[in-house]
């Protein structure tokens, strides 16, 4: 068990089809932390009015978050645009799970990030939502598809996990230059605010970078990636990717997952990527 000192999640999408819940469970038996940020999509509404995909797991998820809770963890939930409806209850508590529109996160060396799902900042969701829908129905129907080829690739002996999904994402010239709007419009926002960094997900595109001098951070997402953000006791921020499936993990020998880490006062450049430390 890893001790750090905060955990940030988004886009679970608890209730798809491509919900990777089961690598989730193994990240989190993997890490305590006092605080956890559920940073947007934990709950796919959207999908959920078309076909509900609930497995065990996803339930042993939600059962997972709520005792972190009951022992101490502060839990905050910060709704994004899937479970939008939850929105209406920003600063309710349930079960010990605080219900926030966004939050502010102090870290153990006093930098200060404001925490938002994002999705206010994508044109397309905020002025076209039935264009986003038609997205989110087709990004579904790659997750479909790559769970198939996933089963391929263990029959052919292939090592690893790729996504088809993402392999799309990266080749797309547009979606690299959505990405970029993204992030910049973003840091434009919150830089107003008088924080230190920003810390976000919505675009499934994990990252710890240094834009005009804040610090952007994506939690990246659990359908794809499989990538969480940690705070350590010292206040660094660590992207832990846990795309390596979960029977690997268990494995005898060298199994730590790959990860960016926020090593200041150098800027962090989101190809660099090393073992955690």
Known sequence: MNTVRAIFLSDIHLGTRGCQAERLLDFLRHYESEYLYLVGDIVDFWAMKRSIRWAP???????????????GCQVVFIPGNHDEALRDYSGIDFGGIELRNEALHTTADGRRFLLLHGDEFDQVTRYHKWVAVLGDIGY??????????SRLRRRLGRPGYWSLAGYAKRKVKRAVSFIFDFEHSVIHAVRERGVDGVICGHIHSATIKQIDGLTYINCGDWVDSCTAI???????????????????????????????ADERPQPVCASARHEAT
Do not use: C, F
């Open 57 to 71: 797991a996803q339930n042993t998820v939600v059962q997972k978050v709520l005792r972190q809770a009951r022992k």
């Open 140 to 149: 579904n129907a790659l997750v479909w598809i790559n769970t198939y080829l």
């Open 230 to 260: 940690v705070e350590h006791p010292d206040g660094r921020m660590e992207l832990v990717d846990w795309s390596i499936p979960a029977d690997v993990l268990a494995l005898p020998g060298p199994a730590a997952a790959p990860a960016y």
